[in-house]
């Protein structure tokens, strides 16, 4: 199994739309959580850290759920800029190397 | 302020060269990532540093890879006697502390292996 999962898509939604993504790991000692936003042929960019009461930054809201070992990315609103990939980044207790998902292939349609 | 910087962006080598590809982290960044990431698929870990410190390299797929930073500061990936399945893009990330902090990536060098 591996550390990280992601349902890779593509999701293909209408502008306007709410989209959510999930990621799960498998290693209940991990402790620290990020999105990453990845555009074709760039570096993966920071979103947003995932804390443990869930947080939101404008029309994005992320959330973790430790019983079920997942955390959540919800996007409102959908606008076509959007479009992406969404990589989710979970590391595991006080260590330092991340695993990555696969990414979530997001494309918003016009 | 400036963000990661690495070079070249694009690399392409014959089968049996060798290679070194550069990464610049954020000034005062005490941590450095080396990740490969395939196509279709996340940044896999390769090799983290902390300051000039070697920590973990259990990443690195064979012996014929290297990762120095000897000054704690720019780092060096280097991979002997190439082979095809080593063509991916190297992504380097910097972040101020290791211990789960935030990293932030550089643009990352493609390598292709022909």
Redesign the interface.
């Known amino acids: 199994r591996k550390e990280?999962e992601?349902d890779?898509g593509p999701f293909n939604v209408p502008e306007g739309a709410t989209v959510a993504f999930n990621c799960t790991y498998s290693n209940s000692a991990s402790?620290?959580f990020?999105w990453y936003r990845q555009d074709c042929r760039?570096?993966?960019?920071?979103l947003m850290?995932v804390y443990s009461s869930g947080n939101e930054d404008g029309r994005f809201t992320a959330q973790l759920n430790r019983a079920s070992q997942y955390i959540s990315l919800l996007i409102r609103d959908s606008k076509l800029s959007d479009s992406a990939t969404y990589?989710c980044?979970v590391?595991v207790g006080?260590?330092?190397?991340?695993?990555?998902?696969?990414?979530t292939s997001l494309t918003v349609i016009p | 302020g400036a963000g990661v910087s690495q070079s070249p962006r694009y690399k392409v080598a014959k089968r049996g060269q060798d290679v070194a590809l550069r990464c610049d982290p954020i000034s005062g960044h005490v941590s450095l990532f080396w990740y490969q990431q395939a196509l279709g698929q996340g940044p896999e870990f390769l090799t983290y540093f902390q300051n000039e410190a070697q920590l973990d390299k259990s990443g690195l797929p064979s012996d014929r890879f290297f990762a120095e930073r000897p000054e704690g500061s720019v780092s060096t990936l280097k991979i002997q006697r190439t082979q095809q399945e080593d063509s991916a893009v190297y992504l380097c990330a910097s972040s101020l502390a290791g211990g789960g902090n935030e990293q932030f990536f550089g643009p990352g060098t493609r390598l292709t292996v022909l």
């Open positions: 990280v992601q890779p402790q620290s990020f760039k570096e993966p960019k920071l850290s990589l980044a590391n006080t260590g330092n190397q991340f695993y990555f998902g696969t990414g």
